[in-house]
């Protein structure tokens, strides 16, 4: 069983029963945050963050909890809506004298922001060579 740190006292009664009830889920499994990881789509940081209750769980990591713990959803989903109406919305709440975490971009958006840079310069160099082949004049040999 994981030894918790204290949730943040400015963490709304709603809040904190989701927290504990998701901390609870993730003892009842036996797996550590990596293994947690590892099995969902939520990375291990991010996991820290939602147990923590620095930060709000999306609404899939707590269906995804539920089903590496084989516990039912309804209950855990109805205490997610809850805890949503009054979780501190917008900067993350603080958790105490954890050190700070750098913001976690989605698993892909370092590539799609890669892709649509690598396009956009696909596309200034084509429009530069079409219009270079338009000005150029055509040899007379």
């Known amino acids: 069983m994981t030894r918790w740190r204290p949730l943040p006292d400015v963490l709304p009664r709603e809040a904190r029963h989701l927290v504990e009830q998701l901390r609870a889920l993730k003892d009842r499994t036996g797996l550590s945050l990596a293994e947690l990881a590892r099995r969902t789509a939520y990375s291990k940081s991010s996991w820290q963050r939602y147990l923590s209750g620095a930060k709000q ?52 958006a370092a590539y799609r922001r890669w892709r649509a840079a690598a396009l956009v310069s696909f596309g200034v160099i084509v429009v530069l060579l079409a219009g270079l082949l338009w000005v150029l004049p055509v040899g007379n040999g």
Not at 64 to 90: K, Y
């Open 57 to 108: 769980p999306p609404r899939g990591a707590v269906q995804a909890l539920c089903r590496m713990a084989g516990a039912e959803q309804v209950r855990l989903l109805a205490l997610w809506d809850l805890a949503d109406q009054t979780w501190p919305h917008g900067a993350a709440v603080a958790a105490g004298p954890a050190e700070p975490e750098a913001d976690e971009a989605p698993a892909g």
